[in-house]
């Protein structure tokens, strides 16, 4: 097991209202698990890769790669990794009145696991910021948890009538880790695979396959600029056929290699 933990420093704490203890990733392995009863803090969670579960208080969830989940201050937090499917994580923990006043005005009070809601973004700035510290840190990390539960809101609260393209970049969307047909897009908006493409691509200007193709090669490039993930792994986390097509196709569409990709930390 390893971890990459940064605490703030006290003058990061209370100013904006929001208090940060602690930020990090943690690459686990099968003994990993933590038990907060009556947590005296929140935690928010990114799974890059693996299994787990989690429990808050009697309710009971099953995070994988792409979720994210949220625990909230003052109930009963239990999570562990899976033995055979560990999980890579970035996460952050806070607690504060405004965390409190932001929950309750979006209305998140119950909202514990996200499948597929990609945080890793406004994790990764709260980690860069515990990691540098600086004055301006707490005000940075307040930000991005403010922009994170706004973010939150609007995927938990999407309108509930999609257009049939809408409903295809969802699908999409939440399926950057996996192959997806055009028969199985196809039976989603239950229309011909022809009328599937120019459904899509009318709205989009491209066709789904492309779409995904460029959304798993823009996941690519965040794995790789903030996991210790290896090529090998990104490209059988995205499921390419092997990491010396996932390399090629890489260097093709982005102009770099991955490897020095990684390296220049753009």
Same mark, same amino acid.
């Given at each position: 097991?390893?971890?990459?933990?940064?605490?703030?420093?006290?003058?990061?704490?209370?100013?904006?209202?929001?208090?940060?203890?602690?930020?990090?990733?943690?690459?686990?392995?099968?003994?990993?698990?933590?038990?907060?009863?009556?947590?005296?803090?929140?935690?928010?969670?990114?799974?890059?890769?693996?299994?787990?579960?989690?429990?808050?208080?009697?309710?009971?969830?099953?995070?994988?790669?792409?979720?994210? !989940?949220?625990?909230?201050?003052?109930?009963?937090?239990?999570?562990?990794?899976?033995?055979?499917?560990?999980?890579?994580?970035?996460?952050?923990?806070?607690?504060?009145?405004?965390?409190?006043?932001?929950?309750?005005?979006?209305?998140?009070?119950?909202?514990?696991?996200?499948?597929?809601?990609?945080?890793?973004?406004?994790?990764?700035?709260?980690?860069?910021?515990?990691?540098?510290?600086?004055?301006?840190?707490?005000?940075?990390?307040?930000?991005?948890?403010?922009?994170?539960?706004?973010?939150?809101?609007?995927?938990?609260?999407?309108?509930?009538?999609?257009?049939?393209?809408?409903?295809?970049?969802?699908?999409?969307?939440?399926?950057?880790?996996?192959?997806?047909?055009?028969?199985?897009?196809?039976?989603?908006?239950?229309?011909?695979?022809?009328?599937?493409?120019?459904?899509?691509?009318?709205? !989009?200007?491209?066709?789904?396959?492309?779409?995904?193709?460029?959304?798993?090669?823009?996941?690519?490039?965040?794995?790789?600029?903030?996991?210790?993930?290896?090529?090998?792994?990104?490209?059988?986390?995205?499921?390419?056929?092997?990491?010396?097509?996932?390399?090629?196709?890489?260097?093709?569409?982005?102009?770099?290699?991955?490897?020095?990709?990684?390296?220049?930390?753009?």
């Amino acid at each position: 097991m390893r971890e990459e933990i940064y605490a703030f420093r006290e003058a990061a704490a209370g100013s904006f209202g929001l208090q940060f203890e602690m930020a990090g990733k943690s690459f686990c392995d099968g003994s990993y698990r933590i038990d907060r009863p009556r947590s005296a803090v929140s935690t928010i969670e990114y799974i890059v890769r693996g299994r787990g579960t989690v429990r808050i208080d009697s309710k009971e969830f099953y995070p994988n790669a792409g979720d994210t !989940y949220f625990l909230h201050q003052g109930q009963d937090h239990l999570y562990f990794s899976d033995k055979d499917d560990p999980w890579v994580k970035i996460w952050v923990n806070v607690k504060g009145e405004l965390l409190t006043d932001l929950i309750r005005r979006y209305g998140l009070e119950g909202c514990y696991h996200i499948p597929g809601f990609y945080s890793m973004d406004y994790l990764q700035r709260i980690v860069r910021n515990a990691q540098a510290g600086g004055d301006n840190s707490a005000l940075n990390c307040t930000l991005a948890v403010h922009e994170l539960i706004i973010k939150l809101n609007e995927h938990l609260h999407a309108p509930a009538i999609r257009s049939d393209a809408a409903k295809l970049k969802t699908y999409l969307d939440y399926r950057v880790s996996e192959n997806v047909s055009l028969s199985e897009l196809a039976a989603v908006v239950g229309k011909s695979e022809s009328q599937t493409i120019r459904l899509f691509k009318r709205q !989009y200007g491209v066709t789904p396959y492309h779409y995904h193709l460029q959304l798993k090669l823009d996941f690519a490039q965040k794995l790789l600029r903030s996991t210790g993930m290896t090529v090998r792994e990104v490209a059988a986390h995205l499921s390419f056929a092997d990491e010396f097509y996932f390399s090629n196709l890489f260097k093709k569409k982005v102009g770099i290699a991955p490897i020095h990709f990684r390296k220049m930390r753009l």
